[in-house]
């Protein structure tokens, strides 16, 4: 029997949607809609409001960092995977990066659909084990007094990390940090930096 692993998530996604489809279970024109939806109008975008208004208002960042799930929803954004979502800080003490070992667990909320490099196997298992050198070769070269800690997703947490607010932003307002503020940052796989 073929390994499960050796199968695309590809194509294990559309023989699954197959499945359902035929059984009738799902309505193949509304998971395309529904997939629609995370594609377009939902995505990192939602993340960065998130990270900004944090910045901007410590009640809010306080509130957010106690129940990441509910100060999300207060700015409109919550559904599927983002029933559990807990925020962790980043500071130049502490580094934290996000992963999914057993499959792709993401924030859809806040971050949309994950990307391809999140879903690889390798990043999933690299990452816990060697997540310094997996920051470096993503281009993100960490202090070696900073401590990275590797937080893994599952059904029961889904993790958004807030970055540090970089230096030279201190008169930006929060309108004009959002575009600052990236999907990888957002993931701990890079900071964010004072110009786009
Ligand atoms: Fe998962």
């Not at 395309?32 to 208004?53: C, H, M, R, S």
């Not at 690299?126 to 920051?135: A, G, I």
Request: glycine residues 6%; contains cysteine; hydrophobic residues 40%.
């Amino acid at each position: 029997m073929t390994h499960p692993e050796r199968i695309s998530p590809a194509l294990r996604t559309e023989a699954l949607e197959q499945l359902l489809t035929e059984r009738g279970l799902v309505d193949s024109g509304v998971m395309d809609k529904f997939i629609a939806n995370y594609e377009t109008n939902v995505g990192p975008l939602n993340g960065a409001k998130v990270v900004a208004k944090a910045w901007t208002d410590p009640e809010y960042r306080e509130r957010l960092l106690a129940d990441g799930t509910a100060a999300i929803k207060e700015l409109g954004f919550s559904g599927p995977q983002g029933e559990h979502i807990v925020v962790v800080e980043n500071t130049p003490a502490v580094h934290n990066v996000t992963v999914c070992t057993l499959c792709s667990c993401y924030p859809w909320p806040v971050l949309g659909l994950p990307p391809s490099w999140y879903k690889d196997p390798a990043y999933r298992a690299r990452v816990v084990r060697e997540p310094r050198t997996v920051l470096h070769e993503m281009g993100l070269d960490l202090p070696a007094e900073t401590e990275i800690v590797v937080r893994d997703s599952s059904s029961e947490v889904r993790w958004l990390v807030l970055p540090e607010r970089p230096a030279g932003t201190e008169n930006l307002s929060e309108e004009e940090l959002i575009p600052l503020i990236t999907r990888d940052a957002l993931v701990g796989v890079a900071k964010v930096t004072a110009t786009v």
